[in-house]
């Protein structure tokens, strides 16, 4: 027989129900338990799996020339050295802070200066990009693009480390009404050819062909003499041989020196730099940004202001006041007509970087000009809604799912 509690439920059943519950228990905490060591397992893969012991080997390309196929030799630099060189990473090292993270100013055993790009942790770009650097720059050696010395991959860190550049970035002088006195006419015009020569490599003379796709100002380093050197290939793209072209949904770069074929409908090649070239070259002569520019008669922006004194015959209007009594007029008007060339609307109008090379290299006569795109920052055909995930606020966007 068996016995019953007051409520008329068997001691046995409540015992089995008691050890029902704490089965139940167990399974759930063994169950959490085991969630979280297969994720704290995915995480470390993950974590180690996207740092490979030897990155440079682990970034090969596929060449169709078997001459190029070199193994590149990138020093790889612990974190206790690049915390010794930067002062562990002290405030008063920092130089300033971009898309992929801050960068700190170092000093090496040997004396030398170097740049140290660290990726933060909420930055906005990642390990793609940084690969983009080691890649690409590793594999490029020209005057007119910033060297890349070495590497940190260790743990959660992520560094580039580069030649320092004792002037920085040609927007910290260009656009200072104090600073931009440090730039001459002569100067400005060797930093637009040196970029064009720059440009020219990577598009033609190089054993990869690159399409930078963020050229701009703050992308442009300034060694100690002013020479010009292109940085930052983090959105960078190689092109093979049969490729003139391509198409990507996610537009990256920087609104005011994207062409409007890759603002528009996501279609970018060499042509896109040679617009970014182009906005260069009419920022640097006047002194002025692109975006931003505002004129008391109108509302067009620099490209826009550029054509309507190119058209009436007042271009030199457009220099800036503190080179206006040493410039040389007939390069400033080169300058800026081949600049207008650089960013006409339609791909097919505007030269190549071979040309452009040659156009600076002498005297002969330069076609005309058609007008530019983005012509006005009101101009509806080109409005910002239309502009999709690109920037607006001189940030570059690194979205790369489809590169």
């Known amino acids: 027989m068996t016995e019953t509690t007051n409520d008329g439920l068997s001691v046995l059943e409540s015992g089995s129900s008691k050890k029902r519950v704490i089965i139940v228990v167990l399974l759930t905490s063994v169950g959490v338990v085991m969630v979280g060591l297969t994720l704290a397992v995915y995480s470390y893969k993950k974590k180690n799996s996207q740092i490979p012991g030897n990155l440079v080997q682990s970034l090969g ?50 004396g030398r200066q170097i740049a140290v790009k660290r990726l933060s942790e909420t930055s906005t770009q990642g390990f793609d990009e940084f ?79 690159i399409i930078h796709r963020d050229l701009k100002a703050s992308n442009i380093l300034l060694d100690n003499d002013m020479n010009p050197k292109i940085s930052d290939f983090g959105l960078a793209r190689r092109f093979r041989e049969y490729e003139s072209r391509a198409k990507t949904k996610n537009v990256v770069g ?44 109108h509302c067009d922006n620099l490209l826009g202001h550029a054509w309507r004194l190119f058209k009436d015959d007042k271009t030199l209007e457009l220099v800036s006041a503190p080179i206006r009594n040493s410039c040389i007029n007939s390069e400033v008007l080169r300058s800026l007509h081949i600049g207008l060339l650089c960013v006409q609307n339609h791909v097919e109008d505007r030269p ?44 570059t966007i690194t979205s790369l799912d489809a590169r």
Not at 61 to 83: C, G, H, M, W
Request: hydrophobic share 35%.
């Open 352 to 395: 190549t970087m071979s040309s452009v090379v040659q156009m600076f290299g002498n005297e002969g006569i330069l076609p005309p000009p058609k007008q530019p795109a983005f012509f006005s920052e009101l101009e509806p055909n080109y409005s910002s809604s239309k502009l999709g995930s690109v920037s607006v606020n001189e940030v």
């Open 254 to 297: 920087t609104y005011g020196y994207i062409s409007p074929e890759y603002a528009m409908h996501g279609f970018f090649s060499v042509k896109s730099d040679v617009f970014s070239f182009g906005v260069l070259v009419l920022e640097i002569v006047s002194g002025m940004k692109n975006r931003g520019f505002s004129h008391h008669d």
């Open 61 to 110: 390309e596929d060449y169709t020339d078997s001459s190029q196929n070199r193994d590149v030799e990138l020093p790889s630099f612990s974190l206790a050295k690049i915390a010794k060189y930067t002062n562990h990473f002290s405030v008063s090292n920092k130089l300033g802070e971009g898309g992929f993270g801050p960068v700190y100013k170092g000093v090496m055993e040997d």
């Open 131 to 209: 690969k983009n650097e080691v890649r690409f720059v590793a594999k490029l050696q020209h005057r007119n693009l910033v060297k890349l010395l070495g590497y940190c991959a260790q743990g959660n860190e992520i560094m580039l480390v580069y030649e320092y550049m004792p002037n920085r970035s040609l927007d910290t002088i260009l656009f200072d009404k104090t600073r931009n006195l440090m730039l001459d006419w002569t100067q400005r015009f060797n930093i637009i050819q040196g970029i064009a020569r720059g440009l020219l490599y990577l598009h033609q003379d190089s054993r990869l062909r």
